[in-house]
């Protein structure tokens, strides 16, 4: 700050962050705290993740519970994660089956994988996932993928990408969707997110708005009619508060969320219902 034109200062930075670019390859979330991260974040290669979600609904709709459990194992190539999701919704129950992994490619580059699997009707009997992430720059990342949703009758391929960049203490980052319909114009929804980091690149306030329907969305039901495939075109607003934060110890990370949806019912165009959503995790990393 003081000494912006010292060459000496200016090669050790770039040393540093020539390092912290070859640890293993960060999560889309993880991105910025990366070149945040100092010894108070602490040097972890597990983490155990408990998660809850609930949406409850003004109207029509029961509330949905969501419970699941992770595993997230550094590897010398990247990040293995692999999940168990519970969900209770529609008096109906059942569990989804996951795995994320980080390969990285170089000091710059790295993909995100996914696949899922469930023989319950309230998940998507297959899900599948490729992103390639590259950092552009000391403060920019940019990224391009795919993700496949099997809905047992039908399938939705989409399109994404993500432009990410951090400032000082603040990171923003917007993503599009864009899901090609051969029987119907192209559907279009996305998202923009900005993050106020604290004193370490686990501690943030953040703040998330959408339009459209994610492929993570809540499944809905019209009487006995399941309308996943359905929901990735209606209209949908959305605005997601999270905090994340640590305890006492660091190797402990809280993560709590509070978010609105306002959605449009399927079979009645123009008429919207609203849904409050409230999630925590806790990671135990060690």
Known sequence: EYLPNERELISLKKKIDERLLTQAAPTEEQAVALSRRNKETGDFKNTLTLISNVDIFDQVYDAQYLAGIEYQYQTKIGKIIPRISYADRFQQTGMQYEIDAYPQLNKRDYLYLNFGYSSSNIFPSHRAGAELYKMMSETMEMSAGVRYIDFRESTATLITGSVGSYSGNYYFSARPYLTPRSDAP?????????????????????????????????????????????????????????????????????????????????????????????????????
């Open 186 to 286: 192209m559907g279009y929804a996305g998202s923009i997110l900005a993050r106020k980091y604290g004193k370490t690149g686990d501690n943030y306030l953040g703040l998330t708005l959408s339009l459209g329907v994610s492929p993570e969305s809540q499944q809905l039901f019209a009487g006995e009619t399941l309308l996943s495939e359905s929901i990735l075109y209606v209209e949908s607003q959305q605005i997601l508060l999270e905090y994340q934060f640590t305890g006492k110890s660091v190797a402990n990370l809280y993560k709590a969320n509070l978010g609105l949806t306002r959605q449009e019912f399927l079979s009645q165009p123009g008429a919207y219902f609203l849904a409050m959503t409230a999630g925590f995790r806790y990671n135990s990393r060690f």
